[in-house]
């Protein structure tokens, strides 16, 4: 795992509160920050996710709740539309819809491999800032 000056802090947003501190406690294990959203409003995304890097859509959310929550993302803060996510699949559910800033993860897997999964994201966003702010400059 890459060391960050500051921990990455991770928001984690699922139906199953127990799910979600779960994973909280998994990830904290390995040196992130987690924020557990235990809401659904849509007006607020951008305000609910200020402070994360990363997005974690838990298990089994609802595809309504979770295609309404990430359409949302940046409306009132632009930055927050960039901010990689994570939903977690299992097995039951259908086919998560390929979208460019959804990275899907099978789940149950290894903590290990959604660590991997999530240094991949953060590093992929901050190769993705940096080449903007360079683009901005020229």
Request: with cysteine; charged share 25%.
């Amino acid at each position: 795992m890459r060391h960050h000056e500051q921990p990455a802090t991770i928001a984690i947003l699922g139906a199953d509160t127990v799910v979600g501190r779960a994973l909280c406690l998994l990830l904290e294990g390995y040196g992130y920050q987690t924020t557990l959203l235990d809401s659904y409003s849509t007006g607020i995304v951008d305000e609910m996710l200020d402070g994360a890097h990363l997005l974690l859509l838990a298990p089994r959310l609802d595809e309504g709740v979770r295609e309404a929550f990430v359409g949302a993302m940046g409306k009132s803060t632009p930055q927050t539309a960039e901010m990689p996510a994570i939903a977690l699949s299992t097995a039951v559910e259908e086919d998560l819809p390929d979208k460019e800033r959804v990275i899907s993860v099978p789940w149950p897997c290894e903590t290990k491999v959604l660590v991997e999964r999530i240094e991949e994201a953060l590093l992929d966003a901050q190769a993705s800032a940096i080449r903007a702010t360079q683009a901005r400059r020229e």
